[in-house]
């Protein structure tokens, strides 16, 4: 595969949540927790660990605890809703199809950092601001080898039921349960607002001084 350009592996990021069974070569996998650890983390602490889950029955068991948890908490309850709109309502179907599908993804790659979030908010904002750039390279390195991947947090749920499948200790806190496989979509650029309406110039709602020109 022809290496991608940063430019278009940040422009085509899409949240891949049909993913096909086929499996993905441990190299790959190697390589994207390795561009996972190029991320700047607060004071260079590096409190990160990555669980990468191949084993069939492990996947299985994990996707057991998702899927009861989307069940619950997606289609009975958010999917339910009678004043969910429809955009929304396309949001949590697809969300569904990973909830129901994640048994079959190839692989999963838990991120976890040493610690637990802080209640003092610039504390939280050094603690997550030192892993979350860490799963954004995880997921540029995993399209640069054409490899779909979503940050997706319901594991949180029943984060204790995770840690005991998979051994994780108890002085480290899951932050992401990422799965990993080669889509069954196609890659393009998603649906964003123009970032011109989220831009503010000098003082909060200040257009861009090329407005107009």
């Known amino acids: ?19 096909k069974p086929d499996p993905v070569s441990p190299d790959d996998l190697r390589y994207l927790v390795d561009a996972a650890t190029m991320a700047p983390t607060a004071t260079n602490a590096q409190p990160w660990a990555f669980l990468i889950v191949t084993d069939s029955a492990t996947r299985s068991a994990v996707a057991e605890v998702y899927r009861e948890i989307g069940r619950r908490l997606i289609r009975d309850d958010a999917l339910a809703s009678s004043k969910l709109s429809e955009r929304a ?5 697809n969300a569904m199809v990973l909830v129901e599908g994640m048994a079959e993804v190839p692989a999963q790659i838990v991120v976890a950092t040493r610690g637990r979030h802080p209640i003092d908010a610039t504390q939280a904002s050094a603690f997550y601001g030192s892993i ?3 799963v954004q390279n995880l997921m540029l ?9 979503t940050l997706t947090t319901l594991h949180k749920a029943r984060e204790h039921d995770i840690k005991a499948i998979l051994g994780i200790p108890h002085d480290y806190e899951t932050i992401a349960l990422i799965p990993v496989g080669y889509p069954r979509g196609r890659w393009g650029r998603p649906l964003r607002r123009p970032s011109r309406e989220v831009t503010h110039w000098n003082h909060w709602g200040n257009p861009d001084p090329g407005d107009g020109l």
Request: proline share 3%; net charge positive; charged share 25%.
């Open 132 to 134: 979350y750039p860490a």
């Open 89 to 93: 309502a396309r949001v949590y179907r």
């Open 141 to 149: 390195a995993a399209r640069s080898r054409g490899l779909g991947t």
């Open 1 to 19: 595969m022809a290496d991608l350009s940063l430019h278009e592996a940040m422009y085509t990021l899409r949240a891949m949540r049909r993913l």
